[in-house]
């Protein structure tokens, strides 16, 4: 096995710089991606190694952007378009609910639309306003629509071109605090498709589920349950829509009880689903209702409070005693 150990945002980097490489017809387009590289380098070089025609510094329009790739990917290309930050993938919502997710249907399947819409997403990094979204809810509920999050640098550097790859189109959710982590990942294959879920850490007592940025956070909660003589078992969604739910419940068969994480407003958020379908599935076996953690009913707060708003360790933790005292 061939692995190197790389950060979240390299091996995004490294990932679309092997598909560019494998197809001319993939094409990198938004906001500041090529001569800057992004605003968080995860385009780095590409502009200098395949030229102005194929990585496209475009307006500052999202909503051009998008229906620029619509047209593009009707033509045969497979544009992969970055959403500089999550909040500002809203001008582009039209576009993406109306055209992007109703070609294929509207077209009684004559028209597939191979394209990945990069988004950063969720908070952490002490930005402004319109920086530190969870949109994945309203995406996830758009039927037409692939969402996915990646949670560590493998998965990054193999979801990423996995997407690309796929006549689908697909959101692609980057936990944008955890650029700077780094992993081993394996350049030679990939260990999952891309609508799989894994288990991240295995253990007896009680499942935890998270996706994005929140795996982390669950892993460290998992690390400090083990002092205390819990076993927890983290579960990493990795796709949203399609739903890999099937490890979830032989997990919640096994410990009898589940928590899931998001940064996202619990209220409506994906939590609800998840948490649903558990209890249909699995309903004979929980020990405790199926508990959710995730951001407040509010918006996004001004940076010195985000440590407030944002699931943490304890929080996490709260909620698994919580579900031990049922």
Request: proline residues 6%; charged residues 25%.
């Amino acid at each position: 096995m061939m692995a190197e150990t790389l950060p979240i945002g390299k091996a995004l980097n490294t990932g679309l710089r092997r598909a560019m490489e494998r197809d001319p017809k993939v094409l990198v387009m938004g906001e500041d991606v090529g001569k800057l590289g992004g605003v968080f380098r995860i385009t780095d070089g590409l502009q200098k190694d395949f030229g102005e025609d194929r990585v496209i510094d475009t307006p500052l329009a999202e909503s051009g952007i998008i229906g620029t790739a619509v047209g593009l990917a009707i033509r045969g290309y497979r544009p992969v378009c970055e959403i500089q930050f999550d909040g500002f993938v809203y001008p582009a919502y039209d576009q993406i609910v109306s055209q992007v997710a109703k070609m294929h249907y509207r077209s009684k399947g004559n028209v597939r639309l191979p394209m990945v819409i990069r988004i950063p997403f969720g908070g952490g990094i002490g930005a402004v306003e319109h920086h530190s979204e969870s949109p994945e809810a309203y995406f996830a509920h758009t039927a037409g629509l692939k969402v996915v999050s990646c949670a560590n640098p493998d998965d990054a550097y193999w979801m990423i071109q996995q997407s690309i790859e796929s006549d689908d189109p697909i959101i692609f959710l980057e936990p944008k605090r955890r650029y700077w982590e780094k992993g081993e990942v394996n350049v030679d294959s990939a260990s999952l498709p891309l609508h799989a879920s894994r288990v991240a850490r295995p253990g007896t007592d009680a499942t935890v589920i998270a996706y994005g940025p929140m795996v982390r956070t669950s892993l460290d909660a998992a690390t400090a349950a083990a002092e205390d003589g819990r076993n927890i078992e983290v579960i990493d969604l990795r796709s949203l829509s399609p739903l890999d739910l099937t490890p979830v419940y032989a997990s919640v068969r096994r410990t009898g009880r589940a928590v899931v994480v998001h940064e996202a407003p619990v209220n409506l958020g994906l939590g609800a689903e998840i948490a649903a379908r558990i209890t249909e599935e699995c309903f004979y076996s929980l020990e405790a209702p199926v508990l959710r953690v995730g951001g407040f009913d509010t918006p996004y707060p001004a940076a010195r409070m985000e440590e407030e708003y944002l699931p943490d360790l304890d929080r996490v933790l709260d909620a698994v005693d919580r579900s031990f005292g049922f």
